[in-house]
């Protein structure tokens, strides 16, 4: 914790102070998984799934330990650096038990629809303003207001550098909402594998870290935590907005997120079968396990700067981006993000941007869309940008140590 600066910590006391509580809670004293079974994929014949906070990765995680211990990551990382389409063969000279395991993992499952994965490519394309600013930037707010996640990435290596760190937690998510995400010239299936023996090799690794409670980290649960955070909030956001969309193109929506849930390791009786049931869950697991800390305090403060600096070095875009992360993620999650309140910037973001969607979706007429509405439109767009940029700059690979001291 000595890298923790002081001035952060003290920012962040208030929010500590008064929600503390909720952050603290720990998963043995928490709500019992109510969460119905016969609402996932899944189905009615799945019955009673075991409670999500307790279960973790049975097939990656023995195999990633053993990796690890033997010293077989780095070849293997070299190996895979230039394996990035669906329908690429798995690299030669993989360890046989490695190869196995991906072979297995890359398959889409039995009730992956391609009609549906195809529709949510044309609407990941049509939305694609709303959902990467949602997914990347919102996302990325909300994750470092999950206390269990927030200290997995600060103490595990991509805590060390955040700008990498940034970069290859956008991938899955560009992976995804390209139009050729799932067709074979796509990458989404290479990625969501990819990440799942990253999060195996994390579970290995952080439980060896001086500042892990000892705990596993990245259980069922906390996937399904990070998920609810990209499809289910982006759903939600949207819907606020009343961004236009069929209901054939909200299902595609999900489905494209489902299919991702499988391939990342999260069993089908805990990925939800329709948007009610996806809300119902949400409900459940995100109030439990969201709350200030700290080492959120921190990245916040890092990825906030790096987004400012970005935008336009040394101008007013600090107050800007504080202000439309606050307006994406809620007063409620921005102050256990010890986010400033911008007292300009905030109350013109709240006014402007509905205005600014109901424009693009060709509701109101451009007379009605006050001028400001543009400086927002393209702080939105270069925020975005931010994300976008950095995705391209690097590669998944499988860490062999936690954050350096």
């Not at 956001?237 to 990342?264: I, N």
């Not at 409620?332 to 600014?356: C, H, K, M, N, Y």
Request: aromatic share 8%; proline share 7%; net charge negative.
């Amino acid at each position: 914790m000595a890298e923790l600066s002081r001035r952060k910590i003290l920012i962040s006391g208030g929010a500590l102070g008064a929600l503390g509580a909720l952050a603290a809670v720990s998963p043995a004293h928490a709500a019992p998984w109510t969460w119905p079974s016969n609402g996932s994929i899944a189905g009615a014949g799945a019955g009673a799934a075991a409670d999500p906070r307790w279960v973790w990765d049975a097939e990656a995680d023995p195999l990633l330990a053993s990796l690890i211990d033997r010293g077989d990551v780095p070849r293997v990382n070299e190996l895979l650096w230039d394996w990035d389409r669906n329908d690429q063969p798995l690299p030669a000279g993989l360890p046989a038990d490695l190869r196995d395991f991906m072979e297995h993992a890359r398959q889409l499952p039995a009730w992956a629809d391609r009609a549906k994965l195809e529709r949510a490519a044309q609407f990941n394309k049509s939305r694609g303003l709303y959902l990467n600013l949602l997914n990347g930037v919102g996302g990325g707010m909300l994750s470092t207001a999950i206390p269990k996640e927030a200290r997995a990435v600060y103490y595990s290596k991509g805590g060390a550098d955040m700008e990498d760190r940034v970069a290859k937690t956008s991938i899955l998510g560009f992976a995804v909402g390209d139009l050729n995400a799932y067709r074979p010239d796509g990458d989404c299936i290479v990625q969501a594998v990819k990440t799942r023996l990253v999060h195996a090799a994390v579970r290995h690794l952080l439980q060896q870290s001086p500042h892990w409670d000892g705990t596993i980290p990245i259980s069922q649960e906390d996937m399904l935590v990070t998920w609810h955070t990209l499809p289910t909030f982006a759903m939600r956001r949207m819907r606020e907005w009343q961004v236009p969309m069929t209901t054939a193109d909200a299902d595609a929506y999900l489905h494209v997120w489902q299919v991702t849930a499988h391939l990342l390791g999260i069993k089908d009786e805990y990925i939800p079968a329709s948007w009610a049931a996806a809300n119902t869950q949400s409900d459940q697991v995100l109030p439990r396990n969201m709350g200030p800390t700290p080492e959120g305090v921190i990245l916040t403060d890092i990825l906030l700067g790096q987004l400012a600096e970005q935008t336009s070095p040394g101008s007013i875009s600090r107050p800007l981006v504080n202000a439309l992360a606050r307006y994406l993620v809620g007063d409620q999650v921005a102050d256990w993000d010890a986010i400033r309140r911008e007292p300009v910037w905030g109350p013109l973001i709240s006014t402007v941007w509905p205005l600014l969607v109901k424009f693009r979706e060709g509701l109101i007429p451009l007379p009605l869309v006050p001028e400001v509405a543009w400086i927002i439109d393209e702080a939105a767009r270069n925020y975005i940008l931010f994300y976008l940029t950095k995705g391209e700059a690097t590669k998944l690979e499988i860490p062999v140590i936690n954050r350096p001291e």
